[in-house]
């Protein structure tokens, strides 16, 4: 494929490592993961002995990740973990040796091949000095651009005040952050198989943590950041309007909210992994053309297949497209200051 047809930037693609290290703490009956063998280029991650995911090796495997961006007309992944390998329920410690691992597997698949992949880190949020800690280094030292958080860390939604030292550190740093959802609120509430928490619960919960950051203010106190939701927000367009509307209305909600919310959501980015062009072409007029970009979920089963097509079916301008493309992902990852 020529490279005038390969420009676009996927910003939500996972990453899961071939073999991970045996556990080495202290714990008993930690719910460390491991992998175990399955079927031609396949794998299951094991959590606490039980089978958590089949993953292919797509996960691991630059080189076939990087035919099949060729082949859908992409010239970047930026790479995050599983989000479950965060793993904000291991004692502090233990999640920041994993942590490392994790970053360190990242960086070493950018550095593979560091024209076609940019890199985003772990870090033990449960824990906010090893969190900071280790989010130096993994933009310091391994030359990561962001991380990857969860919507919340153990049923703590991220706009809440503890977070505010690892928020003030990654705007001092300049690192961007993808915001995914993990163990979501509100499973009591869905009726059908399991896999209704990644098809229903995962947007309620993106929605949620969304607003948490305006409510919280999060957003207010540091401009600076560069925070992406991923699933297109999930429900956080629908709870912002609400928001914004009842936030004219109450005086309680203007004095802890200052700003006018719409300002406020504005400043996020926001992926393009909605399936469906109506509600991608209503989120970019909602949000602004600067700040939606591709996102595929790649290599999951749920992934966007053809994420170059569904952008380029919207029909804008081929400045309009340019910026969905790539040069707001670029400006999100903060490699456009030359």
Same mark, same amino acid.
């Given at each position: 494929?020529?490279? +005038?047809?390969?420009?676009?930037?996927?910003?939500?693609?996972?990453?899961?490592?071939?073999?991970?290290?045996?556990?080495?703490?202290?714990?008993?009956? &930690?719910?460390?993961?491991?992998m175990a063998s399955g079927d031609a280029?396949?794998?299951?991650?094991?959590?606490?002995?039980?089978?958590?995911?089949?993953?292919?090796?797509?996960?691991?495997?630059?080189?076939?990740?990087?035919?099949?961006?060729?082949?859908?007309?992409?010239?970047?992944?930026?790479?995050?973990?599983?989000?479950?390998?965060? +793993?904000?329920?291991?004692?502090?410690?233990?999640?920041?040796?994993?942590?490392?691992?994790?970053?360190?597997?990242?960086?070493?698949? @950018?550095?593979?091949?560091?024209?076609?992949?940019?890199?985003?880190?772990?870090?033990?949020?449960?824990?906010?000095?090893? !969190?900071?800690?280790?989010?130096?280094?993994?933009?310091?030292?391994?030359?990561?651009?962001?991380?990857e958080i969860g919507t919340n860390v153990?049923? &703590?939604?991220?706009?809440?005040?503890?977070?505010?030292?690892?928020?003030?550190?990654?705007?001092?740093?300049?690192?961007?952050?993808? @915001?995914?959802?993990?163990?979501?609120?509100?499973?009591?509430?869905?009726v059908g198989p399991a896999s209704l928490?990644?098809?229903?619960?995962?947007?309620?919960?993106?929605?949620? !943590?969304?607003?948490?950051?305006?409510?919280?203010? @999060?957003? +207010?106190?540091?401009?600076?950041?560069?925070?992406?939701?991923?699933?297109?927000?999930?429900?956080?367009? /629908?709870?912002? /309007?609400?928001? /914004?509307?009842?936030?004219?209305?109450?005086?309680?909600?203007?004095?802890?909210?200052?700003?006018?919310?719409?300002?406020?959501?504005?400043?996020?980015?926001?992926?393009?992994?909605?399936?469906?062009?109506?509600?991608?072409?209503?989120?970019?007029?909602?949000?602004?053309?600067?700040?939606?970009?591709?996102?595929?979920?790649?290599?999951?089963?749920?992934?966007?297949?053809?994420?170059?097509?569904?952008?380029?079916?919207?029909?804008?301008? !081929?400045?309009?497209?340019?910026?969905?493309?790539? !040069?707001?992902?670029?400006?999100?990852?903060?490699?456009?200051?030359?």
């Open positions: 494929m020529g490279s +005038s047809k390969v420009r676009g930037i996927d910003i939500h693609t996972h990453v899961v490592p071939e073999r991970f290290p045996p556990y080495r703490g202290k714990g008993r009956d &930690v719910p460390w993961p491991d280029c396949h794998k299951h991650v094991m959590i606490a002995g039980n089978r958590f995911r089949t993953v292919s090796s797509q996960c691991w495997d630059a080189g076939r990740r990087v035919a099949d961006m060729d082949a859908l007309g992409l010239a970047r992944q930026v790479l995050s973990p599983m989000p479950e390998l965060l +793993s904000y329920w291991l004692e502090a410690r233990d999640a920041a040796v994993l942590s490392r691992y994790l970053n360190e597997t990242t960086a070493s698949l @950018v550095a593979a091949s560091p024209a076609r992949f940019a890199g985003l880190g772990a870090v033990p949020l449960q824990d906010i000095d090893l !969190a900071i800690s280790e989010l130096q280094y993994a933009m310091r030292v391994l030359g990561l651009d962001g991380v153990n049923g &703590v939604p991220i706009g809440a005040p503890e977070f505010e030292p690892f928020f003030a550190e990654a705007e001092r740093l300049g690192a961007c952050i993808f @915001v995914h959802p993990l163990r979501p609120c509100g499973m009591d509430r869905l928490e990644q098809i229903l619960a995962f947007p309620c919960e993106t929605g949620l !943590a969304g607003m948490s950051l305006i409510t919280g203010g @999060v957003l +207010s106190r540091h401009p600076g950041l560069r925070i992406a939701l991923s699933h297109g927000g999930g429900s956080f367009p /629908a709870l912002l /309007a609400r928001y /914004a509307h009842a936030w004219k209305l109450f005086p309680g909600l203007r004095e802890s909210v200052a700003e006018n919310p719409f300002d406020l959501g504005r400043r996020l980015y926001f992926d393009s992994l909605v399936y469906d062009k109506v509600l991608l072409r209503a989120q970019i007029r909602l949000f602004g053309m600067t700040q939606t970009m591709i996102g595929s979920d790649y290599p999951f089963v749920i992934m966007e297949q053809d994420p170059m097509a569904r952008m380029n079916e919207l029909a804008f301008s !081929a400045e309009e497209t340019e910026l969905l493309l790539c !040069a707001n992902a670029m400006r999100w990852l903060g490699r456009d200051r030359g």
